[in-house]
């Protein structure tokens, strides 16, 4: 009697269990808990890496990106930093499985990559590191990161050489290998890595810090599954996707159907094309018919323009919710190999910034002409990237500075651009503190001012940028990379046309040297290094 009272009670227990996990599976509330806890997993990576990195470029200016993706590698959760970096993330996780497969990879495994050509998508100095999240046994999610890392080799201190035709050239390829295998560091590929940078340590200590990121993010995963259940994160992530697409959808559906056109010079005279193809079901855009691939260090990957894309069509679709794979289900980007949007083989990709963020301004041109009154006018379009390798004039330790530069953003149909921001793709960075600059590095920073110049004018103008001034105590080797730094800034709606960035060392004895783009340029004691950059469009005529 009291074993079948018993038995009736454990199937009870058991089929109030069951329904009970039902409830959470459908339930849209824990659905919702499960998401805003991905996205507070990506943030946490994000703060767990600006704490524990070495470097300056990762902990003060804050170049990188972290993200959450699903065991296949599409985005669920992004974490602050730039955006197109996050963009690169589920790129080096679908060529991780798509390289490992997926059920050769095991709990414990940790990948590292930075080469364009297996899932790196950017260039040799940007590392993704992704750590498979496993539960029940079973692949789940991936956690991972990308970070700048000052040197991985190369022809020149900083890893950013402009005299180069192949990518062997540029530094240390790491193309998707494994860097941990169950739980424990591979010490071969350590010391490999190790080796082919100038600054070791500092590598050493990025390399970890992402890492630990990971794991953090992978023990915050399997707390969610464990407390709601793996049916219920699954349920959590399919809906998220779903929600990102509506919402993309419902913002394709504000854009005038229709096809449109530009073609704009670039400063070597090259003529790159766009067409953008908008209808109620797809964002389409052709970048077929540009340049061929170079064998210099202006090319992007297939991927990196499919980012700039992604950031196009976010910005006029949605820009207020954090991107997951769903966000981008109604976006087509047409590339045609062995063009500089899709470069192929051996080519050098040292500067694809320069390439990728031109793209990004040239597609928001397109889209500003046939809704002036929705999109402001250019912005100054350059990272501006400028590197400073020496050793300390005090300490004789090796040092790399790598600073982006800030300028003018353009103006809208309601108000002035903004002064001195990073570029409209580089996102959450911030400038090196001249504190920063001067005790780690030994390099005095004269001035850092907003321009006085006037260009920009409208009825709105557009904001103003930076006029900086570095001059190093000890002998240094500089590299650098302006673009826009021979045709201005475009103004909209009938506003004046902006400024144009540049570089120029002051020698000693008054010689002025300008540049665009230069690497392993000597700079001595006593010489200056000058920055200018853009001020930002103007929108609609002068009053």
Same mark, same amino acid.
Not at 72 to 85: D, H, Y
Not at 485 to 491: D, S
């Given at each position: 009697?009291?074993?079948?009272?018993?038995?009736?009670?454990?199937?009870?227990?058991?089929?109030?269990?069951?329904?009970?996990?039902?409830?959470?599976?459908?339930?849209?509330?824990?659905?919702?808990?499960?998401?805003?806890?991905?996205?507070?997993?990506?943030?946490?990576?994000?703060?767990?890496?600006?704490?524990?990195?070495?470097?300056?470029?990762?902990?003060?200016?804050?170049?990188?990106?972290?993200?959450?993706?699903?065991?296949?590698?599409?985005?669920?959760?992004?974490?602050?930093?730039?955006?197109?970096?996050?963009?690169?993330?589920?790129?080096?996780?679908?060529?991780?499985?798509?390289?490992?497969?997926?059920?050769?990879?095991?709990?414990?495994?940790?990948?590292?990559t930075n080469d364009p050509y297996y899932g790196g998508?950017?260039?040799?100095?940007?590392?993704?590191?992704?750590?498979?999240?496993?539960?029940?046994?079973?692949?789940?999610?991936?956690a991972a990161s990308i970070a700048h890392w000052n040197?991985?080799?190369?022809?020149?201190?900083?890893?950013?050489?402009?005299?180069?035709?192949?990518?062997?050239?540029?530094?240390?390829?790491?193309?998707?290998?494994?860097?941990?295998?169950?739980?424990?560091?591979?010490?071969?590929?350590?010391?490999?890595?190790?080796?082919?940078?100038?600054?070791?340590?500092?590598?050493?200590?990025?390399?970890?810090?992402?890492?630990?990121?990971?794991?953090?993010?992978?023990?915050?995963?399997?707390?969610?599954?464990?407390?709601?259940?793996?049916?219920?994160?699954?349920?959590?992530?399919?809906?998220?996707?779903?929600?990102?697409?509506? /919402?993309?959808? =419902? &913002?394709?559906?504000?854009?005038?159907? %229709? $096809?449109?056109?530009?073609?704009?010079?670039? @400063?070597? *005279?090259?003529?790159?094309?766009?067409?953008?193809?908008?209808?109620?079901?797809?964002?389409?855009?052709?970048?077929?018919?540009?340049?061929?691939?170079?064998?210099?260090?202006?090319?992007?990957?297939?991927?990196?323009?499919?980012?700039?894309?992604?950031?196009?069509?976010?910005?006029?679709?949605?820009?207020?919710?954090?991107?997951?794979?769903?966000?981008?289900?109604?976006?087509?980007?047409?590339?045609?190999?062995?063009?500089?949007?899709?470069?192929?083989?051996?080519?050098?990709?040292?500067?694809?910034?320069?390439?990728?963020?031109?793209?990004?301004?040239?597609?928001?041109?397109?889209?500003?002409?046939?809704?002036?009154? /929705?999109?402001? =006018? &250019?912005?100054?379009?350059?990272?501006? %990237? $400028?590197?400073?390798?020496?050793?300390?004039? @005090?300490? *004789?330790?090796?040092?790399?500075?790598?600073?982006?530069?800030?300028?003018?953003?353009?103006?809208?149909?309601?108000?002035?651009?903004?002064?001195?921001?990073?570029?409209?793709?580089?996102?959450?960075?911030f400038n090196c503190p001249v504190e920063i600059c001067?005790?780690?590095?030994?390099?005095?920073?004269?001035?850092?001012?907003?321009?006085?110049?006037?260009?920009?004018?409208?009825?709105?103008?557009?904001?103003?940028?930076?006029?900086?001034?570095?001059?190093?105590?000890?002998?240094?080797?500089?590299?650098?990379?302006?673009?826009?730094?021979?045709?201005?800034?475009?103004?909209?709606?009938?506003?004046?046309?902006?400024?144009?960035?540049?570089?120029?060392?002051?020698?000693?004895?008054?010689?002025?040297?300008?540049?665009?783009?230069?690497?392993?340029?000597?700079?001595?004691?006593?010489?200056?290094?000058?920055?200018?950059?853009?001020?930002?469009?103007?929108?609609?005529?002068?009053?």
């Open positions: 009697m009291s074993g079948r009272t018993e038995g009736g009670a454990t199937g009870r227990r058991a089929t109030y269990l069951e329904r009970a996990i039902s409830k959470l599976i459908d339930d849209p509330i824990t659905s919702t808990v499960i998401q805003a806890s991905l996205a507070a997993a990506a943030d946490e990576m994000f703060a767990v890496l600006k704490k524990t990195a070495m470097s300056p470029i990762i902990y003060e200016v804050l170049d990188v990106g972290t993200g959450i993706t699903d065991e296949r590698g599409e985005l669920v959760n992004s974490g602050a930093g730039i955006p197109t970096f996050v963009g690169v993330l589920d790129k080096a996780v679908k060529k991780i499985v798509e390289l490992t497969e997926l059920d050769d990879i095991r709990e414990g495994d940790c990948f590292v998508v950017t260039h040799l100095n940007d590392v993704v590191i992704a750590l498979p999240v496993f539960a029940g046994g079973e692949c789940i999610a991936w040197d991985v080799g190369g022809r020149t201190p900083g890893s950013m050489a402009v005299d180069v035709s192949e990518i062997f050239q540029e530094g240390l390829r790491l193309p998707a290998v494994k860097l941990f295998e169950n739980g424990r560091p591979i010490a071969s590929v350590f010391d490999i890595i190790m080796a082919n940078s100038r600054l070791p340590d500092f590598v050493r200590g990025d390399l970890w810090a992402q890492v630990a990121a990971s794991r953090k993010a992978e023990m915050r995963i399997r707390q969610l599954v464990e407390t709601y259940g793996l049916e219920a994160y699954r349920t959590a992530v399919k809906t998220l996707f779903d929600e990102g697409e509506r /919402r993309s959808r =419902a &913002g394709l559906g504000t854009i005038p159907p %229709g $096809t449109y056109s530009i073609e704009e010079e670039q @400063d070597d *005279g090259a003529v790159w094309r766009a067409s953008i193809t908008v209808s109620d079901e797809r964002f389409t855009i052709d970048l077929s018919g540009n340049p061929k691939q170079r064998s210099a260090p202006y090319n992007t990957s297939r991927d990196g323009a499919v980012i700039s894309g992604q950031m196009i069509f976010k910005a006029l679709t949605d820009p207020t919710l954090l991107a997951n794979a769903g966000s981008f289900r109604p976006l087509q980007v047409i590339t045609a190999p062995g063009t500089i949007f899709h470069a192929e083989g051996t080519a050098p990709h040292g500067y694809y910034f320069e390439t990728r963020i031109r793209l990004y301004d040239m597609l928001w041109r397109c889209m500003a002409r046939a809704m002036p009154e /929705r999109l402001p =006018a &250019g912005h100054f379009a350059s990272i501006c %990237g $400028t590197v400073i390798a020496g050793n300390h004039p @005090d300490t *004789g330790r090796r040092f790399t500075m790598v600073e982006p530069q800030m300028g003018g953003w353009g103006a809208t149909a309601t108000r002035d651009g903004l002064d001195a921001m990073y570029s409209t793709s580089h996102g959450e960075t001067e005790a780690r590095y030994g390099i005095d920073v004269g001035y850092k001012r907003l321009n006085e110049s006037g260009e920009g004018h409208g009825l709105h103008s557009g904001g103003k940028g930076l006029s900086v001034s570095y001059r190093p105590r000890g002998r240094a080797v500089l590299s650098a990379g302006y673009s826009r730094n021979r045709l201005p800034v475009w103004g909209s709606a009938g506003g004046e046309d902006g400024g144009t960035n540049g570089l120029s060392v002051i020698r000693r004895g008054g010689k002025r040297e300008d540049h665009a783009f230069v690497s392993g340029l000597v700079v001595e004691p006593g010489d200056e290094v000058l920055i200018h950059t853009a001020n930002g469009g103007g929108w609609g005529k002068p009053g």
